[in-house]
């Protein structure tokens, strides 16, 4: 069982305020001021440990990243790293996606990831799944209509029920890659879960999601 809570973590993370935003609310609406730029936002949710979005900011200077994770045993290893780089243009909500209309406006974002987010395989739980369609309906509100949705994971159950969601709720489907290591798509930024899975030599199964 992962350990949710880690001791000090909250602490450390105050000290921080400006890579763990601690207050996102109340920058909804306000997030160039926040970042003091006009550049396009893409948001992770399920973030983890921040990989994926540290080295997606050091390659696109031009993007402001926010990345939401809500467990403090993990996010922590994220400002851990944010603190080491110094990169300006990526932030971390120590929150739950679930309130993610607390945070953004619509039409705030310009792009949201979804990396190797948990399956929850069982029927029960569909509506856990960060891509179901409950998920789609916030993502809808908060994305520009020009926004896209880029799906990542080493789960063939989960990939297949995102690609009937994402295309259920009415997106286009765009890149799909039943292999992404195999494939041309270039400018691919590893996260975690995709190097220790793909050293297993398993596949990853990766889409890209539009509004039209
Ligand atoms: N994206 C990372 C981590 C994948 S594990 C990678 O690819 O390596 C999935 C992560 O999503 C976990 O850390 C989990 O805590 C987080 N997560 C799942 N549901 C969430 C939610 N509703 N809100 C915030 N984080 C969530």
Redesign the pocket.
Known sequence: M?LRNKPGAKEKMKQYPHIIVSNPSEHKGKWNQVFNNDHPIHV??????G??LMGMGMLHPEVNYIG????DS?IITALERAIESEQPNVKFLN????NILDYFDQGEVDRLFI????PWPKNKHEK?R?TYKGFLDLYKQILKPTGEIHF?TDNQGLFEYSLESLSGYGMSLHNVSLDLHKSDIEGNVM????EKFSQKGMRIYRCEAKFR
């Open positions: 992962r992770e949710v399920g973030t983890g440990k990989q994926f939401i994770e809500k467990y993990v929150e739950d996606v679930t990396n190797f987010t948990d856990r960060l990542k996260t975690e879960y995709e």
